[in-house]
């Protein structure tokens, strides 16, 4: 019973009074430094001395305060005064006498931390403080910022509009104060009185890149205040632009510099990497000559790296990294120069124009006519440049020509070239040679090879042309041996044209008169026929000639009688004879002879 004694006494009234007494508050309130909160609070009280025009005042005391003679941190009782400074950072903005008992708090302070509570006063009944519905007021570090809205790339030149925000919670909380701060502000900026924003219009330049931009917002005449800063992106075409080279897969990269040169040997490993700085970030490429090797993705990370794993002598050349984006671009090269040691070595013959006549392999056996003139090109692939060097018999050459070693000529080769030809290419890693055995061909063994062949073409034609002139007798014996009738041995030797029979044609003379009976000795002989040979679709024709195979005797009566006197002609068809001329008389005594 005492306790509650106690507290109806520190209530200001009876207990039978604070029946009917009623508050809602929120127990714990936290606020940062400098900033404003809005605490709310409804309460209750009987109906019991007083009217609806009877005035309502409320307090808010801090706890401990005696509510009787102390002063209160907000009221709306004009006559009473008030703790706090300025007067209006706590004011009760609700009104009792509509059952509200809201209380505002500005720029809170750390010595506003605490407990407080609440007494109202309406007529004489009502006189009552709400000890039990206490709320607790705490104050912490200011630690809100405001948010900067900034476009994520500024074009240079172009006006932009950059806009901060305060959040704020209450209406009834004051407008703070904003300030701008940077480098590309080129005034103090707006300071809005009632506004929870600012909005500063910016046109940056290409020297406000990377530079930062601070809106601040104040909060108490006390100095409390926060803000926010962002750094700033204008756009620029790509920049700084490097190249870098490691040796190694597993060592760091080192930058080229400014040297242009870049040397490595053949089966090397060989990494480079490219990195260019530009807003909106550039887009890379890799590329050898007018070959482009690779991109980098968009959006990258504004680096493009290339490796050779085993570079070889066909990644020799110039490699260009080019940096762009839509306000320009920039590249840079590199020249690559793969060393490696002679390969693929050659030596060709060449013409009197240098022409190449033939390729020549390593151990070919090269054979020249003494005295004839000899020029040899020997070539290769190397880097550096191989040094190109001729040795005959263990001796070296002097070079035809002291600027192409690789040239050699002999102008007249004799005897004593004859040997191993080496070319030989070196240079600071490696070497290679080839060799070639010269033999030098006599020139009189070359005449001598010519008589010889000469005579065995003639033996071979003789031959040929007696084997034709037996076949030709054996196959006349056979027709002869077939007709039944000997034929008479000849007294004489025999030529070719013992063994074709001769038909003459009928003369004017002759188809005029009877013909004169033959004895039959003079009569043709019964095997007497055309033979025709032919050879390579030629056929060979022979005139009238002697009549077959006679006696001595009959040889020497032909002989003393001149009209009986016959020639032959060979030609053969659709060749003109060189001397021989057709008979002028069409009514030809004598006819073709034709072989078969």
Not at 260 to 289: I, M, N, T, V, Y
Not at 420 to 433: I, P, V
Request: glycine residues 8%.
């Amino acid at each position: 019973m005492l306790p509650l004694l106690l507290l109806a006494l520190l209530s200001g009234g009876s207990l039978v009074q604070s029946q009917g007494f009623s508050l809602q508050v929120q127990k714990v309130v936290t606020v940062q430094e400098g900033l404003c909160v809005l605490v709310p609070c409804t309460l209750s009280y009987p109906p019991i001395g007083w009217t609806e025009d009877t005035p309502a005042l409320g307090y808010w005391f801090l706890t401990g305060t005696d509510s009787g003679i102390g002063r209160p941190v907000a009221t709306n009782n004009p006559n009473r005064a008030v703790q706090t400074v300025p007067r209006d950072r706590f004011q009760l903005i609700g009104n009792p006498q509509n059952r509200s008992c809201s209380l505002l708090i500005r720029e809170a302070q750390m010595e506003d931390s605490g407990w407080y509570f609440f007494r109202v006063e309406r007529g004489y009944h009502v006189q009552y403080n709400f000890v039990r519905n206490q709320f607790n007021l705490q104050v912490t570090e200011l630690t809100q910022k405001p948010d900067v809205y900034v476009p994520e790339i500024l074009e240079p030149g172009r006006p932009v509009a950059v806009i901060c925000v305060f959040n704020w919670n209450f209406e009834e909380c004051p407008a703070p104060t904003f300030s701008w701060l940077g480098d590309a502000v080129s005034g103090p900026g707006p300071r809005p009185k009632s506004s929870y924003f600012s909005v500063l219009t910016l046109t940056p330049r290409p020297q406000d890149h990377s530079t930062y931009l601070t809106c601040r917002v104040d909060f108490s005449r006390k100095g409390v205040s926060t803000e926010r800063t962002a750094r700033l992106n204008v756009a620029y075409a790509p920049k700084d632009l490097v190249i870098s080279v490691s040796r190694v897969n597993t060592s760091a990269l080192e930058p080229q510099g400014n040297s242009p040169h870049l040397e490595a040997e053949k089966g090397q490993f060989l990494r480079l990497l490219c990195a260019a700085d530009g807003q909106p970030p550039a887009k890379l490429s890799w590329a050898l000559e007018d070959r482009v090797l690779s991109r980098s993705h968009p959006g990258g990370s504004g680096t493009l790296e290339l490796v050779l794993p085993a570079v070889k002598p066909g990644d020799s050349g110039c490699y260009t990294c080019r940096a762009e984006n839509r306000l320009g671009s920039r590249s840079c090269t590199l020249d690559l120069f793969v060393q490696y040691a002679p390969e693929n070595l050659r030596v060709m013959t060449l013409n009197a124009n240098r022409t190449v006549m033939e390729n020549l392999g390593n151990g070919t056996s090269l054979s020249v006519l003494e005295g004839q003139s000899l020029r040899l090109l020997c070539v290769t692939h190397s880097n550096p440049p191989a040094q190109l060097s001729w040795v005959l018999g263990g001796q070296t050459l002097s070079p035809s020509q002291p600027t192409d070693p690789g040239i050699l000529e002999l102008p007249q080769i004799q005897l004593e070239h004859e040997g191993d030809l080496t070319c030989q290419a070196q240079n600071a890693l490696g070497s290679q040679h080839i060799s070639l055995h010269l033999s030098v061909v006599y020139k009189g063994l070359v005449s001598q090879a010519f008589s010889n062949g000469a005579f065995l073409g003639t033996g071979v034609m003789t031959f040929l042309f007696l084997c034709l002139l037996l076949v030709i007798r054996k196959t006349l014996r056979k027709k002869q041996t077939q007709a039944g009738t000997p034929r008479p041995r000849p007294a004489r030797r025999s030529t070719i044209l013992d063994y074709i029979n001769v038909f003459p044609n009928p003369g004017p003379l002759a188809r005029n008169r009877k013909a004169a009976p033959r004895s039959p000795s003079q009569a043709p002989p019964p095997h007497a026929h055309s033979l025709e040979l032919k050879k390579n679709q030629k056929e060979l024709h022979l005139l009238p000639t002697c009549p077959g195979p006679k006696s001595f005797t009959q040889a020497s009566e032909s002989q003393n009688n001149q009209e009986e006197l016959h020639y032959a002609t060979l030609y053969f068809s659709g060749l003109r004879p060189r001397e021989t001329q057709e008979p002028k008389d069409t009514h030809s005594e004598y006819t073709d002879v034709k072989f078969h």
